[in-house]
Protein backbone atom coordinates (compact mmCIF):
# COMPACT_ATOMS: atom_id res chain seq x y z
CA UNK A 1 0.00 0.00 0.00
CA UNK A 2 1.42 3.26 -1.42
CA UNK A 3 1.56 5.82 1.27
CA UNK A 4 3.16 9.54 1.20
CA UNK A 5 5.13 11.81 3.80
CA UNK A 6 5.78 15.11 3.22
CA UNK A 7 8.70 16.93 4.40
CA UNK A 8 9.88 20.99 4.82
CA UNK A 9 9.61 24.41 6.03
CA UNK A 10 6.68 25.72 7.70
CA UNK A 11 7.42 28.93 7.66
CA UNK A 12 9.49 30.96 4.36
CA UNK A 13 9.55 34.66 4.03
CA UNK A 14 8.12 36.44 1.56
CA UNK A 15 10.26 36.51 -1.97
CA UNK A 16 11.63 33.15 -0.88
CA UNK A 17 11.62 29.93 -2.18
CA UNK A 18 8.76 27.36 -0.62
CA UNK A 19 10.47 23.78 -0.83
CA UNK A 20 8.60 20.41 0.11
CA UNK A 21 9.14 17.27 -0.18
CA UNK A 22 7.21 13.91 -0.58
CA UNK A 23 8.49 10.96 -0.22
CA UNK A 24 6.87 7.48 -1.10
CA UNK A 25 6.70 4.44 0.18
CA UNK A 26 5.08 0.98 -0.10
CA UNK A 27 5.36 1.55 -4.06
CA UNK A 28 8.50 3.06 -6.30
CA UNK A 29 8.02 6.05 -8.25
CA UNK A 30 9.87 5.10 -11.02
CA UNK A 31 8.12 1.71 -11.81
CA UNK A 32 4.57 2.97 -12.17
CA UNK A 33 3.31 5.10 -14.89
CA UNK A 34 1.65 7.83 -12.59
CA UNK A 35 1.16 11.51 -12.63
CA UNK A 36 2.36 12.80 -9.24
CA UNK A 37 0.82 15.94 -8.13
CA UNK A 38 1.12 18.50 -5.61
CA UNK A 39 -2.32 20.44 -4.59
CA UNK A 40 -3.09 23.33 -2.37
CA UNK A 41 -5.56 24.13 -0.16
CA UNK A 42 -6.65 27.83 1.26
CA UNK A 43 -9.43 29.40 3.23
CA UNK A 44 -9.91 31.62 0.44
CA UNK A 45 -10.00 29.75 -2.76
CA UNK A 46 -10.18 26.16 -1.78
CA UNK A 47 -8.46 23.53 -3.14
CA UNK A 48 -5.77 24.32 -5.98
CA UNK A 49 -4.28 22.11 -8.07
CA UNK A 50 -0.58 23.04 -8.39
CA UNK A 51 1.02 20.39 -10.75
CA UNK A 52 1.89 16.56 -11.00
CA UNK A 53 5.00 15.11 -13.21
CA UNK A 54 5.50 12.03 -14.36
CA UNK A 55 8.19 9.46 -13.26
CA UNK A 56 10.40 10.35 -16.64
CA UNK A 57 9.97 14.03 -15.82
CA UNK A 58 7.09 15.40 -17.37
CA UNK A 59 5.38 18.32 -15.55
CA UNK A 60 2.29 19.93 -16.13
CA UNK A 61 1.47 23.03 -13.82
CA UNK A 62 -1.46 25.19 -13.73
CA UNK A 63 -1.01 28.35 -15.55
CA UNK A 64 -2.10 30.63 -12.49
CA UNK A 65 1.12 29.18 -11.05
CA UNK A 66 3.25 27.85 -13.85
CA UNK A 67 5.98 30.98 -14.03
CA UNK A 68 6.85 30.25 -10.48
CA UNK A 69 6.39 26.16 -9.78
CA UNK A 70 8.82 23.61 -10.52
CA UNK A 71 7.85 19.89 -9.59
CA UNK A 72 11.15 17.26 -9.59
CA UNK A 73 11.12 13.64 -9.18
CA UNK A 74 14.18 11.44 -7.79
CA UNK A 75 13.59 8.03 -8.38
CA UNK A 76 17.08 7.14 -6.56
CA UNK A 77 15.54 8.62 -3.31
CA UNK A 78 11.72 7.32 -4.15
CA UNK A 79 10.44 10.93 -3.64
CA UNK A 80 9.05 13.89 -5.75
CA UNK A 81 9.42 17.84 -4.64
CA UNK A 82 7.83 21.19 -5.00
CA UNK A 83 9.67 24.42 -5.20
CA UNK A 84 7.78 27.50 -5.81
CA UNK A 85 9.54 30.83 -6.39
CA UNK A 86 9.15 34.29 -5.30
CA UNK A 87 5.74 33.46 -2.53
CA UNK A 88 3.74 36.10 -0.91
CA UNK A 89 1.15 35.97 1.75
CA UNK A 90 -1.06 34.69 -1.09
CA UNK A 91 1.14 31.21 -1.52
CA UNK A 92 -0.04 30.69 2.65
CA UNK A 93 -1.87 27.38 2.39
CA UNK A 94 -1.67 24.20 3.32
CA UNK A 95 0.10 22.10 1.00
CA UNK A 96 -0.64 17.70 -0.55
CA UNK A 97 1.15 15.45 -2.38
CA UNK A 98 -1.23 13.36 -3.69
CA UNK A 99 -0.76 10.21 -6.36
CA UNK A 100 -3.63 9.41 -8.92
CA UNK A 101 -5.25 6.53 -7.96
CA UNK A 102 -4.85 4.61 -11.71
CA UNK A 103 -1.85 5.17 -13.49
CA UNK A 104 -1.78 6.55 -16.92
CA UNK A 105 -3.69 9.57 -16.88
CA UNK A 106 -5.23 12.14 -14.47
CA UNK A 107 -7.93 10.71 -11.80
CA UNK A 108 -9.10 10.82 -8.68
CA UNK A 109 -6.04 11.09 -6.33
CA UNK A 110 -5.51 8.35 -3.60
CA UNK A 111 -3.36 8.14 -1.54
CA UNK A 112 -2.46 12.00 -0.37
CA UNK A 113 -0.01 12.90 2.12
CA UNK A 114 -0.44 14.00 5.23
CA UNK A 115 -0.63 17.91 4.13
CA UNK A 116 2.08 20.86 5.32
CA UNK A 117 0.81 23.93 6.34
CA UNK A 118 2.98 26.79 4.75
CA UNK A 119 2.71 30.53 5.97
CA UNK A 120 5.04 32.61 4.52
CA UNK A 121 5.49 35.47 6.35
CA UNK A 122 8.85 37.62 7.81
CA UNK B 1 -10.74 26.76 -16.84
CA UNK B 2 -13.58 24.82 -16.01
CA UNK B 3 -15.24 25.92 -13.38
CA UNK B 4 -17.03 23.52 -10.94
CA UNK B 5 -19.93 25.27 -8.72
CA UNK B 6 -21.31 22.96 -5.69
CA UNK B 7 -24.68 23.81 -4.11
CA UNK B 8 -25.51 24.02 -1.46
CA UNK B 9 -22.72 25.33 0.35
CA UNK B 10 -23.60 23.73 3.74
CA UNK B 11 -25.82 21.41 4.75
CA UNK B 12 -27.60 20.24 7.92
CA UNK B 13 -28.36 16.95 8.15
CA UNK B 14 -30.15 14.49 10.80
CA UNK B 15 -28.33 11.18 11.34
CA UNK B 16 -30.38 8.00 9.61
CA UNK B 17 -31.77 10.89 6.81
CA UNK B 18 -30.68 11.24 3.44
CA UNK B 19 -28.39 14.43 1.76
CA UNK B 20 -27.63 15.32 -1.81
CA UNK B 21 -25.12 17.83 -2.73
CA UNK B 22 -25.19 18.78 -6.64
CA UNK B 23 -22.07 20.10 -9.00
CA UNK B 24 -22.55 21.88 -11.79
CA UNK B 25 -19.39 22.10 -14.95
CA UNK B 26 -18.78 24.53 -16.93
CA UNK B 27 -17.88 22.62 -19.63
CA UNK B 28 -18.94 18.82 -20.12
CA UNK B 29 -17.04 16.25 -18.54
CA UNK B 30 -17.45 13.62 -20.95
CA UNK B 31 -14.67 12.44 -23.00
CA UNK B 32 -14.64 11.05 -26.31
CA UNK B 33 -13.58 7.30 -24.91
CA UNK B 34 -16.85 7.81 -22.84
CA UNK B 35 -15.72 8.29 -19.69
CA UNK B 36 -16.87 11.14 -17.42
CA UNK B 37 -13.93 12.36 -15.86
CA UNK B 38 -15.69 13.84 -12.14
CA UNK B 39 -15.40 12.63 -8.61
CA UNK B 40 -16.04 13.21 -5.45
CA UNK B 41 -13.97 13.49 -2.10
CA UNK B 42 -14.97 14.27 1.60
CA UNK B 43 -12.38 16.16 3.85
CA UNK B 44 -13.02 15.46 7.56
CA UNK B 45 -11.25 17.79 10.04
CA UNK B 46 -7.93 17.67 10.20
CA UNK B 47 -6.93 15.24 7.50
CA UNK B 48 -6.53 15.36 3.28
CA UNK B 49 -9.42 14.95 0.98
CA UNK B 50 -10.19 10.76 0.89
CA UNK B 51 -11.27 9.74 -2.79
CA UNK B 52 -15.18 8.79 -2.57
CA UNK B 53 -15.92 8.59 -5.98
CA UNK B 54 -14.74 8.14 -9.44
CA UNK B 55 -15.62 8.31 -13.47
CA UNK B 56 -19.72 9.80 -11.61
CA UNK B 57 -20.44 6.83 -9.76
CA UNK B 58 -18.17 4.01 -9.18
CA UNK B 59 -17.30 3.96 -5.16
CA UNK B 60 -13.70 3.81 -4.49
CA UNK B 61 -12.31 1.04 -2.18
CA UNK B 62 -13.49 0.37 1.04
CA UNK B 63 -16.20 3.18 0.58
CA UNK B 64 -19.56 2.17 2.05
CA UNK B 65 -22.63 1.78 -0.22
CA UNK B 66 -24.91 4.60 1.60
CA UNK B 67 -22.78 6.59 -0.86
CA UNK B 68 -23.68 7.02 -4.20
CA UNK B 69 -22.88 9.32 -7.35
CA UNK B 70 -25.05 10.23 -10.61
CA UNK B 71 -25.57 12.80 -13.23
CA UNK B 72 -23.93 13.52 -16.70
CA UNK B 73 -22.57 16.07 -19.04
CA UNK B 74 -22.39 18.98 -16.70
CA UNK B 75 -24.54 17.95 -13.56
CA UNK B 76 -23.49 15.62 -11.25
CA UNK B 77 -25.30 14.31 -8.12
CA UNK B 78 -23.31 12.69 -4.78
CA UNK B 79 -25.99 10.90 -2.41
CA UNK B 80 -25.85 9.85 1.36
CA UNK B 81 -29.32 7.54 1.66
CA UNK B 82 -28.95 7.57 5.51
CA UNK B 83 -26.69 9.92 7.04
CA UNK B 84 -23.68 8.98 10.10
CA UNK B 85 -22.13 10.74 12.46
CA UNK B 86 -18.88 9.73 10.74
CA UNK B 87 -19.95 11.51 7.52
CA UNK B 88 -19.66 15.11 8.49
CA UNK B 89 -17.09 17.25 6.86
CA UNK B 90 -16.61 18.94 3.33
CA UNK B 91 -17.28 17.45 0.31
CA UNK B 92 -15.85 18.18 -2.72
CA UNK B 93 -16.21 17.73 -6.84
CA UNK B 94 -13.36 17.64 -9.29
CA UNK B 95 -12.87 17.21 -13.00
CA UNK B 96 -9.97 15.86 -14.29
CA UNK B 97 -11.04 16.32 -18.47
CA UNK B 98 -9.04 18.97 -18.96
CA UNK B 99 -5.71 20.64 -17.40
CA UNK B 100 -5.71 22.35 -14.89
CA UNK B 101 -7.88 20.06 -12.78
CA UNK B 102 -10.19 21.70 -10.79
CA UNK B 103 -12.59 21.10 -8.10
CA UNK B 104 -15.49 22.53 -6.52
CA UNK B 105 -15.60 25.05 -3.40
CA UNK B 106 -16.94 22.55 -1.25
CA UNK B 107 -20.13 21.68 0.43
CA UNK B 108 -19.92 21.73 4.43
CA UNK B 109 -22.07 18.64 5.96
CA UNK B 110 -22.89 19.03 9.42
CA UNK B 111 -24.89 17.21 11.86
Known amino acids: QVQLQQSGPGLVKPSETLSLTCSVS??????????WGWIRQTPGKGLEWIGS???????SYNPSLKSRVTISVDTSKNQFSLRLSSVTAADTAVYYC??????????????WGQGTLVTVSS | DIVMTQTPLSLSVTPGQPASISCKSSQSLLYTNGETYLYWYLQKPGQPPQLLIHEVSNRFSGVPDRFSGSGSGTDFTLEISRVEAEDVGVYYC?????????FGQGTKVEI
Open chain 1, 98 to 111: ARPFRNNGYCGFDP
Open chain 1, 53 to 59: IYYGGIT
Open chain 1, 26 to 35: GGSIGSTNHY
Open chain 2, 94 to 102: MQSIQLPLT
